[in-house]
């Protein structure tokens, strides 16, 4: 089984912050991983595929980079609204996801 | 535009089954996977399995083989997951999620299902 590390498990920022996230993966996973954003009671909302593109309508503020085994997913610029948990999903070999990151304030 | 409608809590003693559905809309049923995700309270996302709505293949996490079994109707554009022999330890969100596929032969997840609360108690 491929395990998904994120780290932090959670970061404060404040609103204009830039802020990465890390995922690590315990074998390479090529570039099929998926970044998430999730808040309370909500389900998951795709934010980044394959590692770097940007799902249609979502802002241009969040980007995704890496390949094989280490990933980030950046938000540029920390707006009010992204106060969430996030999550990796690699996608490599069935499906595994990181632990979550939460971003507060 | 793409949705997923899921059935209502459930409330389930340990030993029994649960089953959840999932009615998809707005595109063409057949020609997506459908993927189960389940979230225990606090904790992160874990994937259950998946099946073509198209030629009703099906493969499942092996967390859950034995217990879980999913199925699809193509006249109703809809997908039930069941999951057997109920613990405590099943008390999740279950979720359903339309898979876009890729080269690599899996998965991501582009839109979801709003989640089904299981409850597992004595």
């Known amino acids: 089984d491929i395990q998904m590390t994120q780290s932090p498990s959670t970061l404060s920022a404040s609103v204009g912050d830039r802020v990465t996230i890390t995922c690590r993966a315990s074998?390479?996973?090529?570039?099929?991983l998926a970044w998430y954003q999730q808040k309370p009671g909500k389900a998951p909302k795709v934010l980044i595929y394959?590692?770097?593109t940007l799902e249609s309508g979502v802002p241009s503020r969040f980007s995704g980079s890496g390949s094989g085994t280490e990933f980030t997913l950046t938000i540029s610029s920390l707006q009010p609204d992204d106060f969430a948990t996030y999550y990796c999903?690699?996608?490599?070999?069935?499906?595994?996801f990181g632990q979550g990151t939460k971003v507060e304030i | 535009q793409v949705q997923l409608v899921q059935s209502g809590a459930e409330v389930k003693k340990p030993g029994a089954s649960v089953k959840v559905s999932c009615r998809a809309s707005?595109?063409?049923?057949?020609?997506?996977?459908i993927h189960w995700v389940r979230q225990a309270p606090g904790q992160s996302l874990e994937w259950m399995g998946w099946?073509?709505?198209?030629?009703?293949?099906?493969k499942y996490s092996q967390e859950f083989q034995g217990r879980v079994t999913i199925t699809r109707d193509t006249s109703a554009s809809t997908a039930n997951m069941e999951l057997s022999s109920l613990r405590s330890g099943d008390t999740a969100v279950y979720y359903c999620?339309?898979?876009?596929?890729?080269?690599?032969?899996?998965?991501?997840?582009?839109?979801w299902g709003q989640g089904t609360q299981v409850t597992v108690s004595s």
């Open positions: 999620s339309r898979g876009i596929w890729a080269r690599s032969g899996w998965y991501h997840f582009d839109s």
């Open positions: 707005g595109y063409t049923f057949t020609n997506y996977a």
């Open positions: 099946i073509d709505a198209g030629n009703g293949r099906t």
């Open positions: 074998q390479s996973i090529s570039s099929w």
């Open positions: 394959k590692a770097s």
């Open positions: 999903q690699q996608y490599n070999s069935y499906s595994t």
